[in-house]
């Protein structure tokens, strides 16, 4: 089975925009920017992205169409102002002196040949005849850039805003592919190489595999998979995640004069020992590059790593060098993107499904179509937000996409004359599996149930996490028991299954004497899970596995738990304002909190955890430290919380009133600033010496000059 899809039109959206007046410009703004901002953050900073590629930079272009339209109602905050997005805060900020840039888009083979055009109509005389270009795969995972001073690696960090990107070297470091020694004489005394940290598919697969068996959610796609290992505060993770990387441009250069072209720069990164992608090749006028840009697209499946697109760049330098920029892209580059594995088909239905925390989401009913081999019927609609920015409707001809992703999602509407015709999406006001009030939060995409305690729904999706191996591990408590046990009205909440009886199981379907005495067994054995697990379980909303962790470390109880204020949870490194809220709104709700009491009661243990560094004698309250660089022993997460723990504060960036800047190996401008604000220096050894009772560092123990530069 094939299907044609209906190409992406410009024509047709430069149409629609033209027939915009200012008013209704306006109010697609206020839909486009403020999804457009919120798609961009789910991308960049969270790793989880809810539309496709395509679909973002088909909306993108219609932002900037309404924009070169209206100059007068550009927002602030439109994207167009912007390159990617902040850094997390849990890593440590890592600046670009060369900033990274993005590429602007071409969609078709016409716009390939306007850009080629455009090029030559900047140049001029300086580049008469036919221009080359290095056209290149573009990779699909997370841009890095690296930094060797005399051939050694001293920092990495991601592109972040363009800027300031986030400090990931604990991770580059433990990246196979990435030479922490180049090779070969001469060598610059500073480089920064910029390249793709990316996944092979067959180590994703691998590494979804390995997660499944554990008891972990697989990661989505490749991309997001390496985006968010790279992000990884803990290397040991990183480590065990098959990332790998090729260098596709030069950043800054110190003491050493690089060819006068693209490809040249790319074979000497090359010959210092930096992967480069063989597949990179020159090719001459646009209908050279073209022809490249269909060869790759014809290989792109068979290359064994994701790629979206390719870049085109002018390969001379001196070229490239007189084109310049625009706002936050080079003139002399752009990203000619593939599209993703997708099919067209008509949207039947659009339903509404109930997950564990009351989450409302849409679900397009589809008329069933293969998408890569894959017979899709189903797929993501998100939520509200989505649903309008795409402009669904029951009836409509959508493009579906997986593109490497587990669940299949409705890319872009194909709009036709009918379009506006057909009935747009009604969203419930009861929950459709209780009948119980939707809420919708304000600033939040998200319809909720509002009924936390018994919504069967909510219910049935709370069990299945309370007994999953990263929570309380119950054998034998698998889904279709669960919806037996709900169904017959058993199991009302949580604690209800510590107060199953052999009675009430013997009379199930598919449950024998022996199944159900293993069931009541691993219900017993899951009362001793450690703090964190049993916290996982509860169900929190934002408190996953690494959450729990933090807060089991640091606190040490579920009594300190539920008794700490905001203030306190903020304390604890990893948690910021949202996640804190949730926490203590959690503790706060009478109904969860009489659920937790029951739980106890019905001898689930929440044994107290040991809190990092207990055993520290050392008092450092209204001490706030600033972590940097690589520790010899302590991981920079273990650092922090054996700090919190004893009672001191961690900051992420150096000011006036961080008191001890702890100081590892490549500590980078982290160390220039505090050495220029005063801010005394330690090392691993001396956080140690403090933390086991000395008030103030020995002198011996400060950071000597080895881990500066
Ligand atoms: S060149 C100034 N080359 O595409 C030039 N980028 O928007 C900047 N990418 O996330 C980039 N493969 O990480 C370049 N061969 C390649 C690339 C490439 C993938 C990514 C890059 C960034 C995005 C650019």
Redesign the pocket.
């Known amino acids: 089975m094939s299907t044609t899809v209906t190409p992406f039109d410009p024509s047709l959206l430069a149409a629609r925009v033209g027939g915009l007046d200012r008013e209704e410009a306006a109010a697609r703004l206020d839909v486009l920017v403020p999804e457009l901002n919120r798609h961009a953050k789910l991308y960049y900073t969270h790793d989880a992205p809810e539309i496709d590629d395509r679909t973002y930079d088909i909306l993108y272009r219609e932002l900037e169409l309404i924009e070169a339209r209206f100059p007068a109602l550009v927002r602030d905050d439109s994207p167009t102002n912007r390159v990617g997005d902040a850094p997390i805060d849990s890593l440590q900020p890592f600046v670009h002196r060369v900033p990274?840039?993005?590429?602007s888009n071409a969609m078709s083979a016409e716009e390939v040949v306007e850009f080629d055009k455009r090029m030559q109509k900047e140049l001029g005389d300086e580049a008469p005849g036919e221009l080359r270009y290095s056209v290149?795969?573009?990779?699909?995972?997370?841009?890095i850039e690296l930094v060797y001073e005399h051939g050694t690696l001293v920092g990495a960090g991601t592109?972040g805003n363009g800027e300031v990107g986030e400090d990931v070297l604990h991770v580059v470091r433990t990246i196979r592919a990435i030479p922490t020694k180049l090779v070969g004489a001469p060598l610059p005394a500073r480089l920064s190489a910029?390249?793709?940290i990316f996944m092979t598919l067959e180590g994703f697969t691998a590494m979804n595999e390995r997660l499944v068996a554990r008891g972990e959610e697989p990661k989505k796609n490749p991309r997001n998979a390496a985006a968010g290992t790279v992000r990884q505060l803990d290397p040991s993770v990183a480590a065990e995640r098959p990332l790998t990387f090729m260098a596709?441009?030069v950043g800054e250069v110190e003491g050493f004069v690089m060819p006068g072209t693209h490809a040249e720069q790319l074979a000497t990164l090359g010959s210092w020992g930096l992967p480069v992608?063989p597949l990179?090749t020159v090719a001459v006028g646009a209908d050279g590059v073209n022809a490249a840009i269909a060869r790759l697209g014809e290989q792109r499946f068979e290359l064994g790593y994701p790629?979206d697109g390719a870049?085109v760049?002018v390969d001379d330098v001196h070229l490239q060098d007189i084109l310049g920029f625009v706002s936050k892209?080079?003139r002399w580059?752009v990203?000619f993107k593939y599209p993703a594995e997708e099919a067209e088909t008509t949207l039947l239905e659009v339903t509404f499904q109930v997950g564990r925390t009351g989450a409302i989401t849409p679900v397009a009913n589809l008329e069933p179509v293969d998408v890569g081999g894959v017979t899709v019927s189903r797929a993501t609609l998100h939520n509200e937000d989505q649903v309008r920015l795409l402009d669904v409707r029951t009836g409509c001809r959508v493009v579906v996409h997986r593109a490497g992703d587990v669940i299949p999602r409705v890319g872009r509407v194909v709009v036709d004359e009918a379009h506006v015709t057909r009935p747009t999406v009604v969203f419930p006001t009861t929950c459709p599996e209780c009948g119980s009030e939707v809420e919708r939060e304000a600033d939040q995409a998200v319809l909720r149930c509002s009924n936390t305690v018994s919504c069967p729904a909510q219910l049935r999706a709370s069990l299945i996490h309370f007994g999953s191996r990263t929570a309380m591990d119950i054998d034998g408590l698998g889904e279709k028991l669960i919806d037996q046990l709900v169904g017959a009205g058993i199991v009302r909440r949580l604690s209800d299954l510590y107060r199953l009886t052999y009675e009430d199981l013997v009379g199930l379907d598919r449950m024998g004497r022996r199944s159900a005495e293993n069931l009541l067994d691993a219900l017993e054995r899951s009362k001793e899970r450690p703090l964190e697990r049993a916290l996982t379980a509860l169900g929190i909303r934002e408190v996953g596995e690494a959450t729990a962790r933090d807060l089991a470390l640091a606190m040490g109880s579920l009594a300190a738990i539920r008794a700490a204020t905001t203030e306190d949870l903020l304390a604890v490194g990893g948690i910021g304002p949202t996640v804190a809220e949730r926490i203590r709104s959690f503790f706060a709700d009478p109904r969860r909190s009489a659920e937790v009491d029951d739980l106890v009661t019905l001898g689930v243990r929440f044994p107290d955890a040991e809190r990092a560094a207990a055993s520290s004698t050392a008092d450092l309250s209204g001490k706030t430290f600033v972590i940097t660089g690589t520790l010899p022993t302590l991981k920079r997460s273990e650092a922090k919380d054996m700090i919190l723990a004893a009672g001191g504060k961690v900051a992420g960036s150096v000011s006036a009133r961080t008191d001890y800047l702890v100081a590892g190996e490549a500590a980078g401008s982290k160390l220039e600033k505090a050495t220029a604000l005063n801010v005394a220096v330690i090392d691993e050894a001396g956080l140690l010496a403090m933390l086991a009772g000395g008030a103030e560092p020995p002198e011996s123990a400060r950071a000597d000059g080895s881990v500066g530069p």
């Open positions: 990274m840039l993005s590429l290149e795969p573009k990779l699909d995972g997370l841009a592109r910029r390249g793709e596709y441009a992608n990179n790629i870049v760049k892209a080079p580059a990203a």
